[in-house]
């Protein structure tokens, strides 16, 4: 079903109209699961239907017509804050939290989300990108999430609850988005204009691990052609360190010299060889992919990829550790380098009990 244009996320609707219903929605939540599965259009669709002028919060069905609903559609509804990180950022800056020095707790989201709806029922604010709360943007919250004020709803958007400090996850109702079914992503992918070709658009949901915005990036040329490069690389018998890491390098390149293209682009190279090596663990493990039969890179079977499950786990842990270097804005020609290096170690055999991984300074 579709609830407002959003697929595949049925169960969590029907959560949230029950809690409603029953006059017990909570005032603080944490939405996590896969990047690109819907959990911000969802907060966005959630946000509408607590503030339409039109029809009641019971029902769940914004009208999406009324001045509310246009307005939170703009990003404009006086009493909805929109928070995400800047693109030149590491971290959500804490001035959008609680304003900047010479205006602490008098600017910001924790501040305006205490005030009294100007127009709506409620005030609602959502923090994108919470996973990149650093310790004193988080703690800033605290206040905010002890004592709520009347009539809001705040919604951390995340990727997953180890993300998050101790004390935010311990004070937030944990919501979770699951990866969207294959058919729903190709559905996607043609319905939103973003894939023409009905062929295509089902050979990108087969390989984007359900997520809408991973099949997206994968519909350019240049990534989809990279992915089969990487994968080859990564598939072979001894991997080949500093072929990977011109590769990278040059695909890196081509993004241009603007700091925030090329740790996305950088960023892309690390999340595909990270689902490499998912693959290889489930192909290890047995243990099919989300929606389909277990897969890694399309480079002959899994039974002739190099690794074991303690391999292929240990090079997926260097990726991760990699996906945050980068976010770190670590060097990016010492990470490529070093990432490279430490994958070929693990392939070996020679794990970190032997032989440290490379130690880079974020």
């Known amino acids: 079903m579709s609830w407002h244009g959003i697929l595949g996320h049925d169960r969590v609707v029907e959560q949230f109209r029950r809690a409603i219903q029953r006059g017990r929605l909570a005032t603080s939540f944490l939405f996590v699961g896969p990047e690109g599965v819907g959990k911000r259009t969802f907060a966005l ?4 239907a607590l503030l339409c002028h039109e029809r009641p919060e019971s029902a769940m069905d914004p009208c999406g017509r009324c001045p509310a609903c246009v307005q939170v559609n703009a990003g404009t509804h006086p009493d909805l804050e929109l928070v995400s990180k800047p693109a030149d ?28 709806p100007l127009m709506g029922r409620r005030k609602v604010a959502i923090i994108d990108d919470a996973d990149y709360l650093n310790e004193e943007g988080a703690n800033s ?4 999430l002890e004592e709520p004020p009347p009539r809001s709803v705040l919604i951390l958007v995340g990727t997953s609850p180890a993300k998050q400090l101790p004390t935010i996850r311990s004070r937030c109702q944990l919501v979770r988005f699951h990866p969207l079914p294959p058919e729903t992503v190709a559905q996607l992918l043609l319905a939103q204009g ?10 990108l949901a087969q390989s984007c691990g359900g997520s809408l915005r991973r099949a997206a990036v994968l519909a350019e040329d240049e990534l989809w052609e990279f992915r089969t490069r990487l994968y080859e690389v990564l598939a072979s018998p001894r991997l080949d360190s500093p072929r990977l890491a011109r590769a990278v390098t040059t695909l890196v390149d081509a993004a241009g010299k603007e700091a925030p293209r090329r740790r996305a682009r950088l960023r892309e190279v690390f999340v595909l060889a990270a689902e490499f090596y998912r693959q ?3 192909a290890r493990a047995q243990t099919p992919r989300f929606g389909q039969a277990a897969e890694a ?22 990726c991760l550790d990699a996906l945050e270097q980068t976010d770190r804005n670590t060097n ?5 380098e070093c990432w490279a290096d430490d994958l070929a170690v693990l392939q070996r055999g020679e794990g970190p009990a032997r032989m440290p991984f490379s130690s880079i300074g974020g």
């Open 89 to 116: 950022k590491s971290f959500l800056p804490l001035e959008l939290l609680i304003g900047d020095k010479e205006h602490r707790m008098r600017e910001g989201l924790c501040h305006n989300l205490g005030m009294k």
């Open 194 to 203: 973003l894939v023409a070709d009905a062929e295509k658009a089902a050979r």
């Open 280 to 282: 290889l663990m489930r």
């Open 45 to 48: 669709r959630l946000a509408q």
């Open 141 to 144: 919250l605290l206040k905010t």
């Open 297 to 318: 890179g399309g480079e002959g079977t899994p039974a002739n990829l190099p690794g074991d499950l303690e391999t292929a786990t240990a090079c997926l842990d260097r």
């Open 332 to 336: 990016q020609t010492t990470l490529i």
